[in-house]
């Protein structure tokens, strides 16, 4: 039997989050910025052979984890998280993984740490192609001198993650 994957939708501060996840782990969240098709598609063509489930129990946890990380009251996901993506993009999403909450790294330091010092563009685009953000932080990326640089929600989205882990990590100073 192959991969089970069940789906829903995850009402956040930012919008509704689409989510999908395995019997093992979280495979994708789309922010409310990218389209439901992309996310479909990208469903299709990513997990092709994966059986398509009404629900599965993760999809519960994640919802209350992410619930719970908005509220300033979670810092880190127990779940496990399952990206699909070439060697060096999973490279990256380890080191973005890495990035602990409330600090940033820029991109120069993700592209070093993931063993491509000179292969800056190539980390920001797999940063661009992180299919599980929040949970592996790719809002945590900046470029360099504090400028934001991209992010797949849009820039008001990662402006918001970073107030909002800011804020919460202030709280405990």
Same mark, same amino acid.
């Given at each position: 039997?192959?991969?089970?994957?069940?789906?829903?939708?995850?009402?956040?501060?930012?919008?509704?989050?689409? @989510? &999908?996840?395995?019997?093992? !782990?979280?495979? #994708?969240?789309?922010?409310?910025?990218?389209?439901? $098709? =992309?996310? +479909?598609?990208?469903?299709?063509?990513?997990?092709?052979?994966?059986?398509?489930?009404?629900?599965?129990?993760?999809?519960?946890?994640?919802?209350?984890?992410?619930?719970?990380?908005?509220?300033?009251?979670?810092?880190?996901?127990?779940?496990?998280?399952?990206?699909?993506?070439?060697?060096?993009?999973?490279?990256?999403?380890?080191? @973005? &993984?890495?990035?602990?909450? !409330?600090?940033? #790294?820029?991109?120069?330091?993700?592209?070093?740490? $993931? =063993?491509? +010092?000179?292969?800056?563009?190539?980390?920001?685009?797999?940063?661009?192609?992180?299919?599980?953000?929040?949970?592996?932080?790719?809002?945590?990326?900046?470029?360099a001198h504090g400028k934001?640089?991209?992010?797949?929600?849009?820039?008001?989205?990662?402006?918001?993650?970073?107030?909002?882990?800011?804020?919460?990590?202030?709280?405990? @100073?």
């Open positions: 039997m192959g991969v089970k994957l069940s789906t829903g939708v995850v009402e956040t501060p930012l919008g509704p989050l689409r @989510i &999908a996840v395995t019997e093992s !782990g979280v495979a #994708r969240i789309a922010l409310p910025r990218s389209s439901g $098709a =992309g996310f +479909a598609g990208w469903l299709r063509s990513v997990y092709a052979d994966a059986e398509r489930v009404p629900w599965l129990p993760l999809v519960d946890k994640l919802s209350l984890e992410l619930a719970e990380y908005f509220a300033s009251k979670r810092r880190e996901f127990s779940l496990s998280v399952e990206p699909r993506g070439t060697d060096f993009q999973r490279a990256v999403w380890q080191q @973005i &993984a890495a990035i602990p909450y !409330g600090d940033t #790294r820029t991109y120069a330091e993700v592209a070093r740490t $993931a =063993g491509r +010092a000179n292969a800056v563009r190539a980390a920001g685009t797999a940063t661009g192609a992180n299919p599980i953000p929040i949970l592996i932080p790719c809002h945590r990326v900046i470029a934001l640089g991209g992010f797949s929600g849009g820039l008001d989205a990662k402006r918001r993650l970073l107030a909002l882990e800011k804020a919460a990590t202030a709280e405990l @100073i």
